[in-house]
């Protein structure tokens, strides 16, 4: 069973950066596309960042473009998110997710896609 474990969320001020990692146990990580997603309290889940399996093709919302970056470590079977210039409009819970599908050749943009979540961790920045 595949599981993912987030860390790394925190309190920071505006125009600061958090590094979020997410662990990824019991599956073929080299594999995977991973996705990162977010949600605030009464809105939907919302997508953030992807990379595909390749660990070359990367996909971004247009919020956090030039901001953020995704990345992965094959070695520690860690995928990351580079936050950088946080705003206040940031803060949510930030999930990681993980695509076992074959089928897709670039990681998807649709929260329906994923086969499996981390538990979330909480990123709040302060204006």
């Known amino acids: 069973q595949v599981q993912l474990v987030e860390s790394g969320g925190g309190l920071v001020q505006a125009g600061g950066s958090l590094r979020l990692s997410c662990v990824v146990s019991g599956g073929t990580f080299s594999s995977y596309h991973m996705g990162w997603f977010r949600q605030t309290p009464g809105k939907e889940r919302e997508f953030v960042a992807a990379l595909s399996r390749s660990g070359i093709s990367t996909r971004y919302a247009d919020s956090v473009k030039g901001r953020f970056t995704i990345s992965r470590d094959t070695a520690k079977n860690t995928v990351y998110l580079q936050m950088n210039s946080l705003k206040p409009e940031d803060t949510a819970v930030y999930y990681c997710?993980?695509?076992?599908?074959?089928?897709?050749?670039?990681?998807?943009?649709?929260?329906?896609?994923?086969?499996?979540w981390g538990q979330g961790t909480q990123v709040t920045v302060s204006s």
């Open positions: 997710a993980a695509d076992f599908t074959h089928s897709r050749v670039v990681a998807t943009t649709l929260s329906a896609g994923y086969d499996s």
